[in-house]
Structures are given as C-alpha cells and as structure tokens.
C-alpha cells in the first residue's frame, strides 16, 4: 500500500539514492562503485531482510543493474555485477525491453490461488461449506473441513457459505494486481510475466511484498546529462501535488527539482488542456457520425489494452497525444536544445516515451519515488527548501484534474458542453484495467453508444501509479484541491490553447 514507508520501500529508495549519489559524484571508476554498493547499502555480516546477507546483496545488486537500465543477469552463468555499465554511463539511453522484471531469486514462489482452511474452522455440524460445493471437493476430515485442491475451480462458494469465515482465497498478490492476466508460475513456481499480455502498468512491482519484481530506471543518465552542461527541463505531471510530503509546497517542489540540476520546471497540466482541447473536438466529429463511441488517449497501459484485447476498437481511441507528450514538444518548440525529463507517478511512461515515435519528445522518464531518492543521494533537504518566486499556474482546472480518476473525461465533457451549448455528453469512467475491460465489453454490446469513454489502469488514476508515494485517497483530495486554486476552469482558457495546430507540424 502507497503511503506505507516499509522494508520494501526502504530498499527502493536507498538503490535510487545510491544511483543518483554515484551519478553526481565526480567519480569515473563506475564499474568499481557499483560493486561497493551494495555493501554499503547493507553493512556487516548479518541478515537484516532474509536468511542470508550474500542473497539480499545479489538482490540489491540487480536493482541497482535495472536501475541504470541494465539488464538482468543470467542466474545460470557467471557475471559481474558491472557488466555493461560503460553502455549505461551515457546522458541518452532509452528503455529496453522487458521494463519490467523479476529477480527470481528475490520471489517466494506464492501459490497463485488456493482456497485453503484455516484454523478458525469450527468443525460445525451444518457443513455448509460441503454442501454449497459444485464440484465435490470439500469433506470433513477428523471433524474439520478439507479442500481437495484437485477437484477445487476456486469458485468461492465454501467462503461464503462459512459461518466462521474459516475458508480464505490465497492467491499472489502480483497476479491479482495485474489486470492483464499475465503474471503465471513458471517450473520452479516463481513468477514470470508473459510480455505479450504485459501493458507495464507496473502494479504488479508495487504489490509483491517480497520486492521482487522491478522496473528499469533513467536516474543515472539524467543527473549525466545535466552534468554534461545539457538543459534538461522537468515536465511534472498533474499527480505531484502533496508527493513529496504534506508541507512540500508545489513552489518547494519546483525549488527542489531546481536543486537537482533542472534548468526549468514546467507543469504538465499545460499538455492535459491541449489533449482535453483536441479530443473535445474529436468527440464532436466522430461520434456517433463516424464511430459509436470515443476512448480517452492519455494513459498509455489503458490504451495499450484496449488495442491488444479490442482490436477492432482501435480506431475508436483518440488520436490525440498524451500530455506528457505534447507538454514535451511544446517545451522543445521553445528550446529546440533542451532534453525533456517527464517526471510523474507511471511506470507505463517509461514504456511510451521508448516509443519510435516519441523518443525525439522525451528524452527521460522518472516516477516520483525515483525523483525523491535523487533528493536523498543530492542530500536535498525538503523541511528547508523555500518556495520558488515564480509558481506553477499555467495548467487550468481542468488540466490539473487529469491525476485522478474521471478528470480526464470531466474535462473533455466540461469542453464540449461550454462550446456547445445544449450538448449533454455521456461519460463512462472505468478505473483498474479489469474494470476498463469490463467497460469496453459493455461498448461491444452497444451499451455505450454515444459515450464518452475515460480508462485508466491504476485503480484510482494516476495518483495509485506504480510510481507514486502518498496513500491514493489523500493524493486525490490534495489533487482536487490544488486544482481549485487555479482561477482559469476550463482548458480552452489555457494561455497555450492557440498552439495545438504547431505541434502536429
């Protein structure tokens, strides 16, 4: 759960400070100092985390590997932790694929799903559980309930039929947080991800409790560049409101990134009015004309979904790009020199912005517990920082809106019906990607001709992405208040409204 700063967390964000701390030092032997770090990172000779200090050192070390962008090792031949390195110490490298990984040496093997007993069975003379079974797998055994996991479908009907609640589904908590469906066992029983069904969402990597599955990080190569003399402009996505700690201002916020070495800060809420601008008109054309309804485009895992499981939908989606990538291109029409770091709460950016199509935009990618182990390894201290003269207040509401679930569609439907008046438009907002297929199977029965419709693949929106630091609820009402602050309502209010055509040249 975000929000929680556990063993698990602590670990991240020491890897990440380590990363940046190497990245800023005036150090050149990068092969030697990532051999050390793990040994600073976990002193002595004692295990802290696991049954042995070498295992959660072979661990650190290949988070420190992912997180430079390197590969994983092979576990069955012989490699040294800084194999490749000199590949890595570059200020342009773009993700590789598999984004996301699993140490499997580092998972726990969890069964996928199992209905079990557990102690607090009863032995009760009704047996409920064993007449409500479809399939015959339930018995009293010495008097207690037994599941025969060969006859078991993991129906549930024993759970619920239990007066006790003595029968629980236990089943991996990366594969239940993956609405791909594509996290299996693999002959040892640890994980593995099936790369044609994953969309990187990356809640899978947020939701094993063992830390075991890690996605590829731009740390080093983007401290490297600014080092190198190269302006590198923080774009900040709508979600970074209240991140970095309660009394972190936006304008501290802005501080502190300035701090870090970026040239400038510009707010990405400025790409989300230009998207709600375009696909406003979008809906307005096409629907129901030329297709029955029209998907939002900004969350990439959502859309990388919809096309892989709804195929013939495809051109239902809007063509419009994300704000990540319009506030990028905008930014590069005004400093064709600059490198443009995209700074936000998604692991699926990462994966966008390594797109053929968008590497000229973005040249980096970071979550915002990346950014915050970049503040530790700089030894930026947040409780001092003051706030910067000049704020953060070129996005509109509306703009701001698009971290939370239902903003993006809001937005586009606040438009439409300003622009047009007398248009009511129908809106479906579906949040976690199994709800956004549940959604889209609803549009295939032809209940939502006419709509509006808004996925988004973190349950909650962008303030639950996998990048995130603050509990989901109180990032969403911190959002939602931010956004109020903003005396301009509406995208088409923005000062940059008049510059959609210029992007598409």
């Given at each position: 759960m975000r929000g929680i700063y556990n063993s698990v967390t602590d670990i991240r964000r020491k890897v990440f400070a380590a990363i940046a701390r190497m990245a800023y030092e005036d150090e050149t032997d990068y092969a030697k100092r990532i051999e050390e770090i793990p040994y600073e990172i976990l002193p002595g000779t004692k295990a802290k985390y696991r049954n042995s200090i070498f295992l959660e050192r072979a661990i650190i070390g290949e988070r420190l590997r992912l997180g430079m962008g390197l590969p994983l090792r092979e576990m069955s031949e012989f490699g040294a932790l800084s194999d490749g390195i000199e590949e890595s110490t570059i200020a342009e490298k773009y993700y590789d694929d598999p984004l996301i990984n699993i140490i499997k040496f580092a998972c726990n093997a969890c069964p996928e799903k199992e209905v079990i007993v557990t102690n607090q069975c009863q032995g009760c003379l009704s047996h409920q559980c064993t007449e409500v079974c479809p399939k015959d797998a339930v018995h009293i055994v010495n008097g207690r309930s037994f599941i025969d996991q060969d006859k078991c479908i993991k129906c549930g009907r024993c759970m619920d039929a239990c007066p006790y609640h003595a029968i629980v589904k236990m089943e991996r908590p990366c594969a239940?947080?993956?609405?791909?469906?594509?996290?299996?066992?693999?002959?040892?029983?640890?994980?593995?991800?099936?790369?044609?069904?994953?969309?990187?969402?990356?809640?899978?990597?947020?939701?094993?409790?063992?830390?075991?599955?890690?996605?590829?990080?731009?740390?080093?190569?983007?401290?490297?560049?600014?080092?190198?003399?190269?302006?590198?402009?923080?774009?900040?996505?709508?979600?970074?409101?209240?991140?970095?700690?309660?009394?972190?201002?936006?304008?501290?916020?802005?501080?502190?990134?300035?701090?870090?070495?970026?040239?400038?800060?510009?707010?990405?809420?400025?790409?989300?009015?230009?998207?709600?601008?375009?696909?406003?008109?979008?809906?307005?054309?096409?629907?129901?004309?030329?297709?029955?309804?029209?998907?939002?485009?900004?969350?990439?895992?959502?859309?990388?979904?919809?096309?892989?499981?709804?195929?013939?939908?495809?051109?239902?989606?809007?063509?419009?790009?994300?704000?990540?990538?319009?506030?990028?291109?905008?930014?590069?029409?005004?400093?064709?020199?600059?490198?443009?770091?995209?700074?936000?709460?998604?692991?699926?950016?990462?994966?966008?912005?390594?797109?053929?199509?968008?590497?000229?935009?973005?040249?980096?990618?970071?979550?915002?517990?990346?950014?915050?182990?970049?503040?530790?390894?700089?030894?930026?201290?947040?409780?001092?920082?003051?706030?910067?003269?000049?704020?953060?207040?070129?996005g509109t509401n509306a703009g701001r809106g698009f971290a939370v679930s239902g903003g993006v569609a809001k937005a586009v439907k606040s438009l439409i019906e300003k622009e047009h008046p007398g248009t009511t438009v129908k809106v479906q907002a579906a949040e976690g990607l199994k709800n956004c297929r549940t959604m889209l199977m609803m549009a295939k029965a032809g209940r939502l001709n006419g709509y509006l419709l808004e996925g988004m693949a973190c349950p909650g929106g962008c303030v639950a992405g996998a990048g995130t630091l603050q509990p989901i609820t109180k990032s969403s009402a911190l959002v939602k208040k931010y956004a109020t602050e903003n005396p301009m309502t509406n995208s088409d209010e923005s000062a940059y409204a008049n510059r959609l055509e210029e992007l598409y040249e």
């Open positions: 239940a947080s993956c609405g791909m469906n594509a996290i299996s066992s693999d002959g040892d029983g640890k994980a593995q991800i099936d790369y044609d069904r994953c969309v990187s969402c990356g809640q899978c990597l947020v939701n094993c409790p063992f830390g075991a599955i890690v996605d590829k990080g731009q740390i080093f190569q983007t401290i490297y560049a600014m080092k190198q003399g190269q302006d590198v402009i923080a774009c900040i996505a709508p979600a970074f409101v209240g991140q970095f700690g309660p009394t972190v201002t936006p304008e501290k916020v802005k501080t502190a990134l300035l701090d870090l070495g970026f040239a400038d800060v510009v707010e990405v809420a400025i790409g989300a009015d230009l998207c709600t601008i375009e696909e406003a008109e979008d809906f307005m054309k096409k629907v129901p004309e030329q297709q029955p309804f029209m998907a939002t485009s900004c969350c990439p895992a959502w859309s990388v979904m919809a096309k892989k499981d709804f195929p013939q939908y495809a051109s239902y989606i809007s063509m419009a790009m994300t704000p990540m990538v319009l506030t990028a291109r905008m930014v590069k029409k005004n400093h064709p020199n600059a490198k443009i770091a995209f700074i936000g709460p998604c692991a699926a950016k990462k994966l966008e912005a390594s797109r053929k199509s968008v590497r000229s935009d973005v040249d980096f990618v970071l979550t915002f517990e990346e950014v915050m182990g970049m503040l530790v390894g700089k030894g930026v201290d947040l409780g001092t920082l003051q706030p910067a003269e000049e704020k953060l207040e070129a």
